[in-house]
């Protein structure tokens, strides 16, 4: 207990602070019940493991996780993958994915992967959650009307289709007794909001079916046998080398999938709270738990953001009213569990859809549709394929198609423009005089912003090429706006470098970062290109260019920006007065 209360995230906790856990904790227990139940149901697995699932994995969550408030158990997130491994492989073979996904989360724990996963575009969040709500309510369809003989099939397209080939089996009884929940789900929070509606839907449907229409509704206990009253007994998957290359990939999707929203729930209960949460070692916490619990015969588990909130909402304080939710769940399994077996599909399937539209996110959805960005086709694409395909793919590929669409927009934003100073502007750099015409043979100013790298490189150096057919003698670079080179950047420069100095031309950079100095240092392009010609202000390095032209032909240039040159001022001209040059 001593060390358990050392935990940061019992700093000031108190004797009076039990009290409010364990109200907290007892009021999201019994949110978190019938979510359990319809969440393994949904997964394509007995009702009671995903009691298992939220008893275990919300203790350890709560014990070892980086958050305060953070509730654990089985997600809607994880529905179209558990299922699809266990319409593929069987339930076993879900365990052995849910154990290698536990290890993987504790291995991106330790490894601090815990802030790079913040970085997922929304586009690409938005798009898979909604795909997966999608999937959630159209699988409860089936329960709802109370079909017969509706398999379950692994493509979605093949599932509306055995739905309609099925629907003249409509049971009127499971439909009423759908309707009836899906009313308490919708009335309730608007006229008694401290109520339990979840429970509340799932009792209240179940009394009725029982008391006035018995044995004309599927049930928990005619559909799976009813619930046991205990745990069951710890037992190691059997895992070989050909099971773990087998449900690698969907072990890592769960991997992430927990991660993301494990990570998106400690967020939102920082923003409800105040608090911060420690990113790593919720990834940690999730990862034993997700290893521990399917050796109890849990599902895949994380962070729930609606049990969270409600926990916040409850009066939480500390990790305790976690703990004390998953004791009050195996109190219920231990006293309760034969009740459970009456309990209809139909009750369960309201409550399901209700969670699909809550999580749909669709005012988001829109909002990036309209956009017609880029991130509009990945997120129309990432939701597509979740739908249609599966979501291990859409993730690569909305995560690949960001990608890209990050590099186009960071490449378009390097812009190569010629300049010359602009008396009319206080002797800033300005590209006006080489558009009415003006310019030097022998002297190019070049601006250059954004960042050189490889989306960037090619459009850089074709531009400069192009710009500076006419060879001039000297070639003024510009960059202090150049947030950064990498190495493509880097190699299209000193082909420039390479070409104009085999011509006899002299290079000279102006206003150079830290990090493209450093990168052109650890290249040799600095040497290349030599010390001498890097100058921390324009102003220095054009009248160093200056020093290096044929002054003659300055001087009777009719269009460079001397002062005895058609009006265009540099002060002092090329007389050896000083010569002050803007760098704006």
């Known amino acids: 207990m001593t060390s358990l209360l050392a935990d940061k995230r019992f700093h000031q906790y108190q004797l009076p602070d039990v009290k409010r856990d364990l109200m907290a904790g007892i009021t999201v227990g019994i949110v978190a019940l019938p979510l359990a139940m319809a969440f393994a149901i949904a997964s394509g697995v007995k009702p009671e493991y995903g009691i298992y699932t939220t008893i275990i994995a919300g203790l350890i969550v709560a014990l070892l996780g980086g958050s305060r408030f953070q509730i654990a158990g089985p997600t809607g997130a994880f529905v179209p993958i558990l299922l699809s491994i266990v319409l593929e492989h069987g339930y076993e073979d879900l365990l052995i994915a849910g154990f290698l996904a536990g290890i993987l989360l504790v291995v991106m724990g330790l490894c601090k992967l815990g802030n790079l996963i913040k970085y997922i575009p929304r586009s690409v969040t938005i798009g898979f959650t909604s795909g997966i709500a999608v999937i959630i309510f159209t699988g409860q369809i089936a329960n709802f009307f109370g079909l017969k003989g509706v398999e379950k099939k692994e493509a979605f397209h093949e599932n509306i289709l055995e739905l309609v080939r099925q629907f003249h089996t409509v049971n009127s009884y499971s439909l009423l007794t759908a309707m009836i929940g899906l009313l308490l789900l919708i009335i309730i929070p608007k006229i008694a909001p401290r109520l339990p509606v979840l429970l509340v839907a799932l009792v209240v449907p179940t009394l009725i079916s029982v008391l006035f229409y018995p044995d004309r509704v599927e049930s928990i206990g005619s559909a799976f046998g009813g619930i046991s009253q205990s745990l069951p007994p710890f037992q190691f998957p059997e895992v070989t080398p050909d099971k773990i290359m087998e449900l690698l990939p969907s072990a890592f999707v769960i991997a992430v999938l927990g991660g993301i929203e494990s990570l998106l729930s400690a967020v939102v209960a920082d923003g409800m709270t105040g608090k911060r949460h420690h990113s790593n070692r919720e990834l940690i916490g999730q990862g034993v738990a997700n290893l521990v619990t399917p050796l109890l015969g849990g599902i895949p588990a994380t962070g729930a953001i609606a049990r969270t909130a409600t926990n916040i909402r409850s009066g939480a304080v500390s990790p305790l009213s976690g703990v004390f939710h998953s004791l009050f769940v195996l109190i219920i399994l231990l006293v309760f569990a034969p009740f459970a077996s009456y309990i209809p599909l139909a009750s369960m399937a309201p409550i399901l859809m209700i969670v699909a539209w809550n999580m749909s996110e669709q005012k988001a959805f829109m909002h990036i549709l309209k956009l017609r960005s880029g991130d509009s086709l990945v997120l129309f694409t990432t939701f597509v394929l979740t ?130 100095m450093e990168m052109l240092k650890k290249s040799g392009l600095y040497d290349k290109i030599g010390p001498e010609h890097f100058f921390p202000r324009t102003g220095m390095a054009l009248r160093h260019g200056l020093s290096l032209i044929n002054r003659e032909m300055c001087r009777s240039c009719r269009h460079f920006a001397f002062r005895e040159c058609e009006g265009w001022h540099i002060s002092g001209g090329i007389t050896g007065r000083e010569i002050t040059v803007s760098d704006g």
């Not at 558009?435 to 150096?461: M, N, V, W």
Request: with cysteine; proline share 6%; net charge positive.
């Open 387 to 516: 739908v249609f395909v599966n979501i291990t793919v859409a993730v690569q590929v909305g995560l690949l198609l960001a990608m890209i669409s990050f590099i186009k927009r960071m490449g378009n934003m390097l812009e190569v423009e010629k300049v010359l100073p602009d008396h009319r502007h206080g002797e800033q750099m300005s590209p006006h005089p080489v558009k009415t015409g003006h310019h030097c043979p022998q002297l190019s100013i070049y601006t250059i912003e954004g960042p050189l790298f490889f989306g960037a490189a090619d459009r850089f150096e074709r531009t400069l090429t192009r710009s500076i057919h006419h060879r001039p003698k000297v070639l003024l670079l510009r960059m202090p706006h150049v947030s950064l080179i990498d190495a493509t950047g880097e190699s299209h420069l000193s082909s420039l470098v390479s070409d104009f100095q085999e011509q006899g031309g002299v290079i000279l950079i102006s206003g150079i970062r830290k990090q493209p």
